[in-house]
């Protein structure tokens, strides 16, 4: 009986040591803001006009996106592609995820500084959230240089432990999606002219 309980003690040591280090190492976590990302960023040898533009079309996604397989515009006889208000409907080329797709409206705009996406309306995903917002944010390094970020967090009144949990579950994958999708884009924006960065 008291080995069986060393046993059964020993495994949720070893559970609760797993846990923490998969908490304490995740890439959601707070970075320069109150509230906890997902956070990833590269650098493109383009000026800062250029990316920005790329990433406002909507029918390039399927040139630099690793899960995204096609994005369609969903009221572009009223707004105007990559503006406030345009809204995108994303279908998921998993074919774990057959049929997935989710629905983003582009809440905000700041010419070659900014634009902030609210998702929802998730269909065919094991998980959800609700409150969702991702942002590319450009910050313009030097003529020919172009720091852009990619970032996925919560609306504020939408923090919380359950979000928290779920968000834990599948940072890794959204982490290493961003860096894939990052890289990507910066291939594809520089290849049409060779590009080398200064720094």
């Known amino acids: 009986m008291r080995n069986r309980f060393k046993v059964v003690l020993g495994t ?20 320069d ?25 909507s029918k390039n996604a399927s040139k630099w996106s690793v899960f995204v397989k096609d994005i369609i515009p969903l ?4 707004c105007l592609d990559g503006s406030v208000n345009s809204i995108r409907r994303c279908f998921v080329k998993d074919v ?6 989710w629905d983003e409206v582009i809440t905000e705009v700041k010419p070659n500084k900014k634009r902030q996406l609210a998702i929802y309306n998730f269909k065919n ?7 969702l917002l991702t942002e590319q944010i450009y910050d313009q390094i030097g ?13 504020k009144e939408m923090c919380g432990l359950l979000n928290d949990m779920k968000t834990y579950l599948v940072a890794y994958r959204i982490h290493d999606i961003f860096k894939q999708n990052l890289s990507n884009i910066k291939i594809v924006v520089e290849i049409e002219e060779k590009s080398v960065c200064s720094i």
Do not use: H, M
Request: net charge negative; hydrophobic share 45%; with cysteine.
């Open 96 to 101: 774990q995820l057959d049929n997935a797709y």
């Open 143 to 155: 003529p020919n240089e172009t720091k852009l970020i990619f970032r996925l967090f919560y609306k």
């Open 75 to 78: 009221n572009a006889d009223t």
């Open 33 to 57: 803001s109150e509230i906890k990302e997902i956070r990833n960023e590269i650098l493109i040898c383009k000026p800062i006009e250029e990316v920005f533009t790329y990433l406002g079309n």
């Open 12 to 31: 949720l040591v070893v559970l609760f040591i797993i846990c923490f280090a998969f908490v304490f190492f995740s890439p959601y976590k707070t970075y």
């Open 125 to 131: 995903f094991t998980i959800t959230a609700g409150g």
